[in-house]
């Protein structure tokens, strides 16, 4: 999305951490408050809470020689390298199959944070994340729970809606693909602080005053998850 150093720089900022991106101009840091990213995942099992923040500092740990790395949460003490890693999240409905659709806010861009906050904070690890939920999904896929249709009570199981012959990595499959998706994304718009010839302007350029201030994207799920959804969404009492 950054076609210059200077808007890959200030987009990087933005989407490491607000307070990062911030400069003294007030135009700039309106357009950086209303940032969002919103993911839509699924999950196996359902989070205590319906909704809430997750503020858990996370840290590397090097594995096989250096060789791989992994992410978990930082230990108390601090003294581990942690960096701040703060997610809002809701629940987006009932549980299904032993799994639900959860909205998540990553207000940090930290490397793998919305999976190990789900596994290990929320303890709900996302459908087809085996590298932060691996015992889980055998659980899960050995012990299938039973569900209730959330307005009657009366048990129900899952159908394949007609005309829906794919089922490639959805939920459905023996070996899910990883269910996590970037559903919506606001960023300020950086051509209106930035010239044609490379000068940032805080305020944003004299020229470019009809320009919005913020730049929406909204994105499909891919096939996998899309079918998961049109399954889950599909009620047989």
Not at 118 to 123: F, H, I, T, V
Not at 170 to 191: F, G, Q
């Amino acid at each position: 999305m950054g076609r210059t150093k200077e808007s890959f720089t200030r987009l990087h900022w933005l989407l490491t951490s607000v307070n990062l991106a911030r400069t003294s101009s007030q135009t700039w840091n309106k357009a950086c408050e209303a940032y969002a990213q919103k993911y839509w995942a699924l999950v196996i099992g359902t989070p205590k809470e319906r909704e809430g923040v997750i503020s858990a500092p996370i840290s590397k740990v090097l594995l096989d020689d250096g060789k791989a790395e992994r992410v978990i949460l930082a230990h108390p003490s601090g003294i581990d390298g942690a960096q701040e890693a703060i997610t809002e999240y809701r629940v987006m409905g009932p549980t299904i199959n032993g799994c639900s659709w959860i909205e998540l806010q990553p207000l940090t861009g930290r490397k793998h944070q919305l999976r190990v906050h789900c596994a290990e904070a929320l303890g709900t690890p996302i459908v087809g994340d085996y590298k932060y939920g691996w015992f889980v999904h055998q659980t899960w896929k050995q012990n299938p729970q039973p569900d209730f249709e959330p307005f009657t009570g009366e048990p129900y199981k899952l159908r394949r809606p007609e005309g829906l012959e794919i089922q490639k990595g959805s939920v459905l499959s023996k070996v899910p693909l990883l269910h996590l998706h970037c559903r919506e994304m606001v960023i300020p718009n950086i051509a209106k602080f930035l010239s044609s010839t490379g000068g940032w302007h805080e305020n944003g350029t004299p020229w470019a005053k009809e320009k919005p201030n913020l730049l929406r994207f909204v994105a499909p799920m891919p096939p996998h998850m899309k079918i998961s959804w049109n399954i889950m969404s599909s009620y047989l009492v």
